[in-house]
């Protein structure tokens, strides 16, 4: 049963152009949500964040958009560039003595130049 | 800040035989986080610590595998037995407590059973 989804397992785009990577969960008690970026053979690194209490977070060309209602995060990435080309991750935590994060399966983006 | 280290980056070994990683977390962190990954998957969470207790464990972890982190700095993860279904990227984080939720990522070790 998977708490966390991202159902496009792939996305291209035109440089310039907007990405929208999206994740749906399933338990509202997650109170707060991550997103990943990784590099083939690296770790993954930490993109940008957002409590529950926030329904937007916006640091330079990135942007997380949460809808509690709908149980839904977006992440809107402005504009492209084909240094963004990576797999980003959804994840999303219980907060407080839960320390880990419940991630997604992961949308690999393509930005063509 | 030298980031999260993980030793070796790769290891090829037979059905049968054991296995040991080691990560060395960021100086400061007191959380150190262990996940497996595999192709067309997320990470998946196996075991965290808090200084030197370990103190959540996944389903995933079956008792094949051992975690350890004897004074609360780095760890070592063990895998018996080996099978080739534990074929997988073996991914080491820490964080520091209060400090929000956001883990630091080592670049793991790729693990390959033959």
């Known amino acids: 049963d998977q708490q966390v989804k991202q159902n496009s397992p792939s996305l291209s785009v035109q440089e310039g152009r907007i990405s929208i990577l999206n994740c749906d969960y399933t338990n509202s008690m997650f109170d707060y949500f991550l997103w990943y970026k990784k590099y083939p053979a690296e770790g993954p690194t930490f993109l940008i964040s957002?409590?529950?209490?926030?329904d937007k977070n916006e640091d330079g060309r990135f942007t997380v958009f949460l809808n509690k209602s709908a149980k839904h995060l977006s992440l809107h990435i402005v504009p492209s560039q084909p240094g963004d080309s990576a797999v980003y991750f959804c994840a999303a935590s219980l907060g407080g003595s839960q320390g880990n994060l419940i991630f997604g399966k992961g949308t690999k983006l393509s930005v063509k130049p | 800040d030298t980031g999260v280290s993980q030793d070796p980056r790769h290891k090829i070994t037979k059905r049968g035989q054991n296995v040991t990683f080691r990560c060395d977390p960021i100086?400061?962190?007191?959380?150190l986080y262990w996940y497996r990954q595999t192709l067309g998957q997320g990470p998946e969470f196996l075991t965290y610590f808090q200084n030197e207790a370990q103190l959540e464990k996944s389903r995933l972890l079956s008792d094949r595998f051992s975690a350890e982190r004897p004074k609360g700095s780095f760890s070592t993860l063990e895998i018996q037995r080996t099978e080739q279904g534990d074929s997988a990227m073996y991914l080491c984080?820490?964080?520091?407590?209060?400090?929000?939720?956001?883990?630091?990522f080592g670049s793991g070790t790729q693990l390959s059973v033959l």
């Open positions: 984080a820490s964080s520091l407590v209060g400090a929000g939720e956001k883990l630091f």
């Open positions: 957002i409590s529950s209490i926030k």
């Open positions: 100086s400061e962190h007191n959380r």
